[in-house]
């Protein structure tokens, strides 16, 4: 079992950045493939990045992609996703989420990943 905890989250102007961190407790000798999700009420919980178990590769969402960065830092088992040139259509729940499958590939499903976060709010103001 693993445990997820996200922060960093918080209220920022529009063009402004923000660093989400996702510590991983637990069975943490394996290194998983990881991934950030967001969710705003009423909606489906939408995939923003993914990274495999080495960090070699990475996956972005189109809308996201040259603004935010998702790294890890295995020794530390964590996760970070950097978000820059933030704008109000990013304002939403963010949670990271980890695959217990061992495999070297990004998943970007949610249906895929075992283990979720609690969540961190993140809100872009105008």
């Known amino acids: 079992q693993v445990q997820l905890v996200e922060s960093g989250g918080g209220l920022v102007q529009a063009g402004g950045s923000l660093r989400l961190s996702c510590a991983a407790s637990g069975r943490t000798s394996i290194n998983y493939a990881m991934g950030w999700f967001r969710q705003v009420p009423g909606e489906e919980r939408d995939f923003v990045a993914a990274?495999?178990?080495?960090?070699?590769?990475?996956s972005y969402t189109d809308s996201v992609k040259g603004r935010f960065t998702i790294s890890r830092d295995n020794a530390k088992n964590t996760v970070y996703l950097q978000m820059n040139s933030l704008k109000p259509e990013d304002t939403a729940v963010y949670y990271c989420?980890?695959?217990?499958?061992?495999?070297?590939?990004?998943?970007?499903?949610?249906?895929?990943?075992?283990?979720w976060g609690q969540g961190t709010q993140v809100t872009v103001s105008s």
């Open positions: 989420a980890a695959d217990r499958q061992l495999h070297l590939r990004v998943v970007v499903t949610a249906q895929e990943y075992d283990w």
């Open positions: 990274i495999s178990r080495s960090g070699s590769t990475t």
